[in-house]
């Protein structure tokens, strides 16, 4: 029998000073059986750095052929992908064919894999953002199945608040911008 997804009930107090985005999204999403927890925290920070009102999350990792999160246009065509992790090249050249714009957040240790995979990819479409992996773990560590954040951006880093508890991560852009067009 297969495990099924596991449910959170998530509240977010985005606050973005760079874009003038205020929102306060509740919603409900599903982690795979074989999420882990860095990466469930990394879809919900990719959610709060580009939040839209028509970004959604797409069944990523039980369905290659959908993004961990998208925003569609009104006929169906993807304005924006977001992946999480560190896809390899051809998976990065297959999303960025069928989007106008594709952006990644990568978590974890990256090093080799900035220096075989990141540095061989030339996307037009394509930004690269790169969470620091210990406050990242940090953050994710422990999270309840009832999760209630404030995250608050800031030029070029996430300040999040959980229970009281205030984390800071610094980003690091290692291509493109979070504003591209």
Known sequence: MALSATPYKVELNITDLDRDVYANPRFTMARHPSETEDRLASRLLALALWYDESLSFGRGLSNVEEAALWQKTLDGRIAHWIE??????????????????????????????????????????????????????????????????????????????????????????????????
Request: glycine share 6%.
């Open 84 to 181: 999480v992790g560190q896809p390899d090249a051809d998976r990065l050249t297959w999303c960025s064919r069928r989007c106008e714009r594709l952006s990644l957040m990568v978590y974890g240790e990256r090093r080799v894999w900035e220096s075989k995979v990141l540095a061989g990819v030339s996307l037009d479409n394509l930004s690269v953002v790169a969470l620091p992996p210990k406050e990242l773990s940090e953050l994710a560590a422990g999270m309840s199945r009832s999760l209630d954040w404030t995250v608050m951006i800031s030029g070029d880093t996430l300040f999040v608040t959980v229970d009281e508890e205030q984390h800071e991560l610094p980003l690091t852009w290692l291509k493109g911008e979070r504003h591209q067009r």
